[in-house]
């Protein structure tokens, strides 16, 4: 089975500081890997993904992430947050699909980002 | 696209009662996803569809908590007797054929409050 761990469940920063939000993953077997943003009273938009390919993934907004196999990572970053980042982020992990049927998220609990003036 | 689709938004309830949550996914779309989430545990998966089928419910907490979807456009959440430990924020995604498999797109949420 899959699991993911957000290390910070709050993140505090002030406008244009970088940011990282941490998360690691285990599972046995090869992943996909994401980053979700859930804005207040809002439902999860997917920030980027990571398939295959280069281990580092650029998403909306400005976010991107590095995925690095050997540490089971893949952390979320930005070089300069603005107050409209202030959000829920998640970290999911899915198992590689190779012609089966399992597209099960699993998800951390969550990292509570707020960006302060 | 208008997007997955929930109803109601937000749905108050006292102990005992039935409750059915509604979702339309984005057409096109052949996997339907429901999950809860709560501050202690969380965002779950409850159970997830293809092509209408329900492929896993392993989720699903217990006998009081049903999902069906009788075509390609609907499904629906009920759950019979509530209990006040069910008040959560239930979310509907739904995810394509095509390489947008990947990527699950989720509803704005039911937000459940069982009294």
């Known amino acids: 089975a899959q699991s993911v761990t957000q290390l910070d469940s709050q993140v505090p920063v002030f406008e244009e500081a970088p940011v990282e939000l941490r998360c690691n993953y285990s599972s046995s077997v090869s992943v996909y890997l994401f980053w979700y943003v859930q804005y207040p009273n809002q439902g999860l938009q997917l920030l980027l993904k990571?398939?295959?390919?280069?281990?580092l993934v650029k998403g909306i907004n400005g976010f991107e992430a590095e995925f690095n196999k050997s540490q089971t990572s893949f952390h979320l970053r930005k070089p300069s947050v603005h107050i409209s980042d202030t959000a829920e982020y998640f970290c999911a992990v899915r198992v590689r699909n190779s012609g089966g049927s399992n597209y099960k998220l699993t998800f951390g609990k969550g990292t509570l980002l707020t960006v302060n003036p | 696209d208008a997007g997955v689709i929930q109803s109601p938004r937000h749905e108050v309830t006292e102990m005992g009662q039935e409750v059915t949550l509604r979702c339309k996914p984005i057409s096109g779309h052949d996997y339907l996803f429901w999950y809860r989430q709560t501050m202690m545990r969380g965002l779950e998966l409850l159970i997830y569809?293809?092509?209408?089928?329900?492929?896993?419910d392993s989720g699903m907490p217990e006998d009081r908590f049903s999902a069906k979807m009788p075509n390609a456009s609907f499904s629906t959440l009920k759950i019979q007797p509530s209990e006040p430990r069910d008040s959560a924020v239930y979310f509907c995604?739904?995810?394509?054929?095509?390489?947008?498999?990947?990527?699950?797109?989720f509803g704005p949420g039911t937000r459940l409050l069982v009294l």
């Open positions: 990571y398939l295959s390919g280069s281990t």
């Open positions: 569809f293809n092509n209408n089928v329900p492929i896993d």
């Open positions: 995604a739904s995810s394509g054929r095509d390489r947008s498999q990947e990527t699950q797109y």
